[in-house]
């Protein structure tokens, strides 16, 4: 039994190696944004790309669409979307007989993996309609509720929300997200290398290597790995860290922090604690896969006071200060 | 390897043929039997207390490497205090055996189940960069609910603890405060070989040294000495009962042999030396009553001719003279007539029947006198008069001896307040010394008065002549310690300085401000007014007023609320 553990850990390992492998053919550099992307999907989340227009967002998600063999779809977020363009909607249908009925034409959500490209664009009311497929993975149209085919992955980018024209994201809606990842604009040898692969006659196209049911089994290899009390106090603790006004608050976090993380936010650190260890090669989860997971994992579930927000106080700071402040204990 | 499903080797579906595969057959409980693990919670086990063994001794060394500083450390701050001041401090065995005692508690407090194997994997995870595999492990091992996957974790993990090494993994220690410590004993050697002597600051609690005792002193003490024994032969031979001047003298051979043994301080030794004299004036209550008690006999006797005399000798306090006087009265009692004898009989019992307690025997004895007077035996009369005589020398005596104590007690009181200004003048000069050294030069001069002159008034003893009643000697230091008080008192505080120049203003009375309108009239009388008109504001309006005055942002946040809506305010090139 022991040797088919280890089997399992080593296959696993290797699959995610190759994914990133041939990611790593088109993408160069964001090696994190790739990790943390495939994470998610391990980990049964969604991930929200943030950077500035042209660092290569939307090519990250095209280049993991095109590796997973899943159904792959696109929604270009303006502020004239409605809800009904993502979910889809009811239109009268005729029939052969003639009779008029009914019939729901189905929305680019129902695909395995959706890119929601520039999705602070959209209103509000339109962003809140993915709120449902995120959590449930459903889609409810009138009275009828669709379920939508496993895996279900929403890759989302985002500009700053300085930039013009932006509508910031519902609170519950940042929630769903399992991380926030952050796009730096490449480092200058990254870019000689970009420029060598992009401004020739043929660009490096990414070859399919993983299937729908590889990944769900996957998933489920992930959701097995234990974790020990003390590594999931230590999740717990550095959770409630980021509340303000609690006995486990951070100075940092009473000085700068409205709401800490939700529960939510601890799922996210053992899910992705528990992927992150088995792509270490390890059977069980350390403190150390925690505090990897925390700063996308939480980044984006901690809304800042009106001190804070002054300050321009980078909510990574906070976590890494808290990150610094919690000890490990041993029980 | 033999697995129980078809294996795809080539191709993307590699993987998920081995991932169901292995599912499948855990869901069909294939070798879901618990395994033996004993073993390996075993070997977990036996590397998590050898760490924890090695945390122990750590950690005993550590408190070791503590207490063996400290108590160093209190034994050479002790050494070196006895060096400079005169403390009592307790021996050095004392002190060893005390912190280790303690330390042996505090051990056993500590490690008293203090075996924490959690800790332990704790630290050999982070020693080893094992990533938390022994503390999980460790965890899963204490569950009751395992799965398959818990077990490989610990399989796992036994097989990483048998690879390690625990003394490596968590060498012993030795804390760098054992430096420290062999720092501390080298000193204290250093210590033992240094000369032993008086401590190198005297204040208030040293040792009187015999040696620094002035010469003046020093005779004062001769004096004292001679004239308290003086004082007893008198008392000896005036066959008195409660001899004062024995108890004094006792003292006083008390005190000068702990002043030699070097055991006394310098207010032991004042406290002994006022002890003595309180007890050589102890006297002067009963010599006053006997003056009080002669001043009354010789007014009983002064009616009687023959009796004049001694009248006038006992009215003097001379009672040498009255007792000669009493004498030659005993032998020309055989000379006189009755009409003679008769009236001193009558005088006699005149004088025996007063209250004087100071004097009974000589009360007695007059008493024995004119009764035997009155019955004319005058050989009775003659013999009472001579116990008379007797009583009275025995008197003068007393007086005399009481009076070289009281010269006794003159001298002790000198050579107190010269002892009291030899200390006043250290403890004004070592606190010079702090004072010079806190404020620095520029403060020298604050100081009321300098140490030399201290010195010079206070330290040397010279007194002059203490007999003199009210001698220089007592005079001159009281007045030298008033003045030093003076100067040296406690330092006015703020509050009182501000009290005395509210008081001072007080008595001044308010200055009044001359009115404005005043200075605008004066100036225009004599026509040289110039007011700025220009500049000038006035009142404000009420809405200037309360938009002035009206902020409810706390003025911590007004930068910060400043800041932010700078930071977005619209942007100038759109």
Same mark, same amino acid.
């Given at each position: 039994?022991?040797?088919?553990?280890?089997?399992?850990?080593?296959?696993?390992?290797?699959?995610?190696?190759?994914?990133?492998?041939?990611?790593?053919?088109?993408?160069?550099?964001?090696?994190?944004?790739?990790?943390?992307?495939?994470?998610?999907?391990?980990?049964?989340?969604?991930?929200?790309?943030?950077?500035?227009?042209?660092?290569?967002?939307?090519?990250?998600?095209?280049?993991?669409?095109?590796?997973?063999?899943?159904?792959?779809?696109?929604?270009?977020?303006?502020?004239?979307?409605?809800?009904?363009?993502? &979910?889809?909607?009811?239109?009268?249908?005729?029939?052969?007989?003639?009779?008029?009925?009914?019939?729901?034409?189905?929305?680019?959500?129902?695909?395995?993996?959706?890119?929601?490209?520039?999705?602070?664009?959209?209103?509000?009311?339109?962003?809140?309609?993915?709120?449902?497929?995120?959590?449930?993975?459903?889609?409810?149209?009138?009275?009828?509720?669709?379920?939508?085919?496993?895996?279900?992955?929403?890759?989302?980018?985002?500009?700053?929300?300085?930039?013009?024209?932006?509508?910031?994201?519902?609170?519950?809606?940042?929630?769903?997200?399992?991380?926030?990842?952050?796009?730096?604009?490449?480092?200058?040898?990254?870019?000689?290398?970009?420029?060598?692969?992009?401004?020739? !006659?043929?660009?490096?196209?990414?070859?399919?290597?993983?299937? !729908?049911?590889?990944?769900?089994?996957?998933?489920?290899?992930?959701?097995?790995?234990?974790?020990?009390?003390?590594?999931?106090?230590?999740?717990?603790?550095?959770?409630?860290?980021?509340?303000?006004?609690?006995?486990?608050?951070?100075?940092?976090?009473?000085?700068?922090?409205?709401?800490?993380?939700?529960?939510?936010?601890?799922?996210?650190? &053992?899910?992705?604690?528990?992927?992150?260890?088995?792509?270490?090669?390890?059977?069980? &989860?350390?403190?150390?896969?925690?505090?990897?997971?925390?700063?996308?994992?939480?980044?984006?579930?901690?809304?800042?006071?009106?001190?804070?927000?002054?300050?321009?106080?980078? !909510?990574?700071?906070?976590?890494?200060?808290?990150?610094?402040?919690?000890?490990?204990?041993?029980? | 390897?033999?697995?129980?499903?078809?294996?795809?080797?080539?191709?993307?579906?590699?993987?998920?043929?081995?991932?169901?595969?292995?599912?499948?057959?855990?869901?069909?409980?294939?070798?879901?039997?618990?395994?033996?693990?004993?073993?390996?919670?075993?070997?977990?086990?036996?590397?998590?207390?050898?760490?924890?063994?090695?945390?122990?001794?750590?950690?005993?060394?550590?408190?070791?490497?503590?207490?063996?500083?400290?108590?160093?450390?209190?034994?050479?701050?002790?050494?070196?205090?006895?060096?400079?001041?005169?403390?009592?401090?307790?021996?050095?065995?004392?002190?060893?055996?005390?912190?280790?005692?303690?330390?042996?508690?505090?051990?056993?407090?500590?490690?008293?189940?203090?075996?924490?194997?959690?800790?332990?994997?704790?630290?050999?995870?982070?020693?080893?960069?094992?990533?938390?595999?022994?503390?999980?492990?460790?965890?899963?091992?204490?569950?009751?609910?395992?799965?398959?996957?818990? $077990?490989?974790?610990?399989?796992?993990?036994?097989?990483?603890?048998?690879?390690?090494?625990?003394?490596?993994?968590?060498?012993?220690?030795?804390?760098?405060?054992?430096?420290?410590?062999?720092?501390?004993?080298?000193?204290?050697?250093?210590?033992?070989?240094?000369?032993?002597?008086?401590?190198?600051?005297?204040?208030?609690?040293?040792?009187?040294?015999?040696?620094?005792?002035? *010469?003046?002193?020093?005779?004062?003490?001769?004096?004292?000495?001679?004239?308290?024994?003086?004082?007893?032969?008198?008392?000896?031979?005036?066959?008195?009962?409660?001899?004062?001047?024995?108890?004094?003298?006792?003292?006083?051979?008390?005190?000068?042999?702990?002043?030699?043994?070097?055991?006394?301080?310098?207010?032991?030794?004042?406290?002994?030396?006022?002890?003595?004299?309180?007890?050589?004036?102890?006297?002067?209550?009963?010599?006053?009553?006997?003056?009080?008690?002669?001043?009354?006999?010789?007014?009983?006797?002064?009616?009687?001719?023959?009796?004049?005399?001694?009248?006038?000798?006992?009215?003097?306090?001379?009672?040498?003279?009255?007792?000669?006087?009493?004498?030659?009265?005993?032998?020309?009692?055989?000379?006189?007539?009755?009409?003679?004898?008769?009236?001193?009989? $009558?005088?006699?019992?005149?004088?025996?029947?007063?209250?004087?307690?100071?004097?009974?025997?000589?009360?007695?004895?007059?008493?024995?006198?004119?009764?035997?007077?009155?019955?004319?035996?005058?050989?009775?009369?003659?013999?009472?008069?001579?116990?008379?005589?007797?009583?009275?020398?025995?008197?003068?005596?007393?007086?005399?001896?009481?009076?070289?104590?009281?010269?006794?007690?003159?001298?002790?009181?000198?050579?107190?307040?010269?002892?009291?200004?030899?200390?006043?003048?250290?403890?004004?000069?070592?606190?010079?010394?702090?004072?010079?050294?806190?404020?620095?030069?520029?403060?020298?001069?604050?100081?009321?008065?300098?140490?030399?002159?201290?010195?010079?008034?206070?330290?040397?003893?010279?007194?002059?002549?203490?007999?003199? *009643?009210?001698?220089?000697?007592?005079?001159?230091?009281?007045?030298?310690?008033?003045?030093?008080?003076?100067?040296?008192?406690?330092?006015?505080?703020?509050?009182?300085?501000?009290?005395?120049?509210?008081?001072?203003?007080?008595?001044?009375?308010? $200055? $009044?401000?001359?009115?404005?309108?005043?200075?605008?009239?004066?100036?225009?009388?004599?026509?040289?007014?110039?007011?700025?008109?220009?500049?000038?504001?006035?009142?404000?309006?009420?809405?200037?007023?309360?938009?002035?005055?009206?902020?409810?942002?706390?003025?911590?946040?007004?930068?910060?609320?400043?800041?932010?809506?700078?930071?977005?305010?619209?942007?100038?090139?759109?």
């Amino acid at each position: 039994m022991t040797i088919e553990i280890e089997d399992e850990i080593s296959t696993f390992t290797e699959q995610f190696k190759r994914v990133r492998d041939e990611i790593g053919k088109v993408i160069v550099g964001a090696e994190e944004i790739i990790d943390g992307t495939l994470i998610s999907l391990l980990a049964k989340g969604h991930v929200l790309l943030e950077g500035i227009p042209g660092i290569g967002k939307t090519k990250i998600v095209a280049t993991v669409a095109d590796v997973l063999h899943l159904q792959f779809s696109r929604i270009q977020f303006t502020p004239d979307l409605m809800p009904g363009d993502i &979910v889809g909607s009811n239109v009268v249908h005729e029939t052969e007989t003639g009779e008029k009925v009914l019939e729901f034409q189905k929305g680019p959500i129902h695909t395995n993996i959706l890119l929601a490209d520039e999705i602070n664009r959209a209103t509000p009311k339109t962003q809140s309609a993915l709120l449902e497929a995120m959590q449930e993975r459903t889609v409810t149209v009138g009275t009828t509720t669709h379920k939508l085919e496993p895996p279900f992955f929403v890759l989302a980018t985002q500009n700053p929300l300085e930039m013009e024209g932006t509508y910031p994201l519902p609170e519950a809606q940042l929630d769903r997200f399992f991380y926030k990842l952050r796009i730096m604009y490449p480092e200058p040898e990254h870019m000689h290398e970009i420029m060598d692969r992009t401004t020739k !006659r043929e660009e490096p196209v990414a070859k399919t290597v993983l299937g !729908r049911d590889e990944i769900l089994a996957m998933r489920d290899t992930a959701r097995d790995v234990p974790i020990a009390r003390p590594v999931q106090d230590y999740a717990i603790r550095l959770t409630l860290a980021t509340h303000p006004d609690t006995p486990h608050a951070h100075p940092m976090t009473s000085q700068f922090v409205r709401f800490g993380a939700s529960p939510r936010g601890t799922q996210t650190l &053992v899910v992705g604690g528990k992927v992150n260890a088995l792509l270490n090669g390890r059977l069980h &989860v350390s403190c150390e896969d925690i505090r990897s997971m925390l700063l996308p994992a939480l980044r984006h579930r901690m809304m800042l006071n009106f001190e804070g927000e002054a300050e321009r106080i980078d !909510r990574d700071d906070i976590l890494r200060a808290i990150m610094k402040d919690t000890p490990e204990r041993a029980e | 390897m033999q697995f129980p499903w078809p294996v795809v080797t080539t191709g993307p579906w590699v993987g998920v043929v081995r991932l169901r595969g292995l599912r499948a057959s855990r869901d069909k409980g294939f070798d879901l039997a618990p395994s033996n693990g004993s073993s390996e919670q075993s070997a977990i086990r036996g590397v998590l207390e050898s760490v924890d063994r090695q945390l122990r001794l750590n950690r005993i060394l550590d408190h070791l490497s503590v207490a063996v500083c400290f108590v160093l450390a209190t034994i050479v701050t002790v050494k070196i205090l006895g060096m400079l001041v005169n403390i009592w401090a307790p021996s050095t065995l004392i002190v060893v055996a005390t912190s280790t005692a303690l330390f042996v508690a505090f051990l056993v407090w500590t490690q008293y189940g203090a075996r924490n194997l959690g800790q332990a994997a704790v630290v050999a995870d982070n020693a080893g960069g094992l990533y938390d595999e022994l503390k999980s492990a460790y965890w899963f091992m204490r569950q009751d609910h395992r799965t398959v996957w818990t $077990e490989t974790q610990v399989q796992r993990a036994a097989r990483t603890a048998r690879g390690l090494q625990p003394k490596r993994l968590v060498p012993t220690i030795v804390p760098q405060r054992f430096w420290i410590a062999l720092a501390l004993g080298g000193i204290l050697v250093l210590l033992g070989f240094a000369p032993s002597g008086p401590p190198l600051l005297a204040f208030t609690n040293m040792p009187v040294d015999p040696s620094r005792l002035t *010469e003046a002193q020093e005779e004062q003490f001769e004096d004292i000495r001679d004239l308290v024994e003086q004082a007893q032969a008198l008392e000896d031979a005036a066959a008195q009962e409660d001899q004062l001047s024995a108890e004094a003298q006792e003292r006083l051979e008390e005190a000068m042999r702990a002043l030699l043994a070097d055991e006394l301080t310098m207010e032991e030794l004042l406290r002994e030396l006022r002890e003595a004299q309180n007890a050589l004036e102890e006297g002067n209550l009963d010599m006053s009553a006997m003056e009080e008690a002669l001043e009354e006999l010789a007014a009983d006797l002064e009616g009687s001719s023959e009796l004049a005399d001694l009248a006038e000798a006992m009215k003097n306090q001379n009672l040498s003279e009255a007792a000669e006087l009493m004498r030659q009265l005993a032998e020309q009692l055989a000379q006189m007539d009755g009409q003679q004898l008769a009236e001193m009989a $009558e005088q006699l019992q005149q004088a025996a029947q007063g209250d004087q307690q100071s004097m009974e025997e000589l009360m007695q004895a007059l008493q024995e006198a004119a009764e035997a007077m009155s019955d004319e035996q005058l050989a009775e009369a003659m013999q009472a008069m001579q116990d008379a005589a007797d009583a009275m020398e025995a008197m003068s005596q007393r007086m005399d001896a009481q009076e070289m104590m009281n010269q006794a007690a003159q001298q002790m009181q000198a050579m107190q307040q010269s002892m009291s200004q030899q200390q006043l003048a250290q403890q004004m000069m070592s606190q010079q010394a702090m004072v010079s050294e806190q404020a620095g030069e520029s403060q020298e001069g604050a100081m009321a008065m300098p140490s030399d002159e201290v010195q010079k008034s206070a330290a040397s003893g010279d007194m002059g002549d203490p007999s003199q *009643e009210g001698g220089p000697a007592g005079h001159a230091t009281s007045e030298a310690i008033e003045g030093a008080e003076m100067r040296l008192g406690a330092a006015t505080t703020l509050e009182v300085q501000l009290e005395m120049e509210l008081v001072a203003d007080d008595e001044e009375g308010p $200055e $009044e401000q001359p009115d404005p309108e005043d200075i605008f009239q004066e100036a225009s009388r004599q026509e040289k007014a110039r007011v700025e008109y220009r500049n000038v504001r006035g009142p404000p309006k009420y809405a200037e007023g309360s938009a002035l005055s009206i902020e409810r942002i706390p003025w911590r946040y007004r930068n910060l609320v400043k800041r932010y809506f700078l930071a977005i305010r619209p942007r100038e090139n759109q």
